[in-house]
């Protein structure tokens, strides 16, 4: 899933980045493409949570390891 918010992330960064900077005669395409580049923040939020998710499940089980409750 990491993997996927990731790739998405990028994708819509360089459509923004194409809408912002190509593409815009208007003001509201510019909104349309900064509106892109805050959903490609979002999409990287989400990838970090998830790697922070994995991270905390890891040190769980060494705690629970250690204390010999696994």
Known sequence: MK?????ISVVLGFVSLFI??????????MGVGFGVLLAAIVFMC?????EQKQEVERLRGLIL??????
């Open 3 to 7: 993997i996927i918010n990731g790739i």
């Open 20 to 29: 912002m900077f190509v593409k815009a005669k208007s003001d509201v395409e």
């Open 65 to 70: 390891k250690s204390k010999g409750i696994i």
């Open 46 to 50: 989400f990838m970090i949570m998830e």
